[in-house]
T-cell receptor, first 115, second 113 residues
Framework: AQSVTQLGSHVSVSEGALVLLRCNYS??????LFWYVQYPNQGLQLLLK??????LVKGINGFEAEFKKSETSFHLTKPSAHMSDAAEYFC?????????????FGKGTMLLVSP | KAGVTQTPRYLIKTRGQQVTLSCSPI?????VSWYQQTPGQGLQFLFE???????NKGNFPGRFSGRQFSNSRSEMNVSTLELGDSALYLC????????????FGEGSRLTVL
């Protein structure tokens, strides 16, 4: 069975600092990996995804993530945090071979950005 | 292009009642998935429908059910509500391919008293 572990339920950074949100997964088959963001009282918005090909994936709002198969990781980074990045971030995995649009989510990491 | 629309956005029920939530997917999307989000358990998959057929189901009791109509709109129903059913219920649609890219609605927040 697939699973996702996000290290740290809360991460605090200063505006302008590097953002690093960690995600490790387990999957019996090559996975599809996703990062979603959720702002208060809203649904989830896709930040970026990895399916096949290039392991460094760029997403919206300056975020990027690198798929490292040997480390079973898909950490999310952003060089310089902005106040508007404060939100909850979810890493998710989908076993594409299942043929279904079913995601397994991590518990989420709340990103706090201070001035 | 309109996004995923969920109604109602907020509702309050009492234990033992039942509730029906509605979801209208993005035009052209044939897959609709439902997730339950709670502070303790996070996001948990309920079920997925594609072309009116349930394709996959999560580990929830039979009190949770759903259906999809020919226009791809979906409803989920929870019968005999329990306090623990209080949650944000999120609907997501996709084109039905295997990429797993889901487009989420803003959710229906259910409070059970």
């Amino acid at each position: 069975a697939q699973s996702v572990t996000q290290l740290g339920s809360h991460v605090s950074v200063s505006e302008g600092a590097l953002v690093l949100l960690r995600c490790n997964y387990s999957s019996s088959v090559p996975p599809y990996l996703f990062w979603y963001v959720q702002y208060p009282n809203q649904g989830l918005q896709l930040l970026l995804k990895y399916t096949t090909g290039a392991t460094l994936v760029k997403g919206i709002n300056g975020f990027e993530a690198e798929f490292k198969k040997s480390e079973t990781s898909f950490h999310l980074t952003k060089p310089s945090a902005h106040m508007s990045d404060a939100a909850e971030y979810f890493c998710a995995v989908c076993e594409g071979s299942s043929g279904y649009s079913t995601l397994t989510f991590g518990k989420g990491t709340m990103l706090l950005v201070s001035p | 292009k309109a996004g995923v629309t969920q109604t109602p956005r907020y509702l309050i029920k009492t234990r033992g009642q039942q509730v029906t939530l509605s979801c209208s997917p993005i035009s052209g999307h044939r897959s609709v998935s439902w997730y339950q989000q709670t502070p303790g358990q996070g996001l948990q998959f309920l079920f997925e429908y594609f072309s009116e057929t349930q394709r996959n189901k999560g580990n929830f009791p039979g009190r949770f059910s759903g259906r999809q109509f020919s226009n791809s709109r979906s409803e989920m129903n929870v019968s005999t509500l329990e306090l623990g059913d209080s949650a944000l219920y999120l609907c997501a649609s996709s084109g039905g391919l295997t990429t797993g890219e889901l487009f989420f609605g803003e959710g229906s927040r259910l409070t059970v008293l």
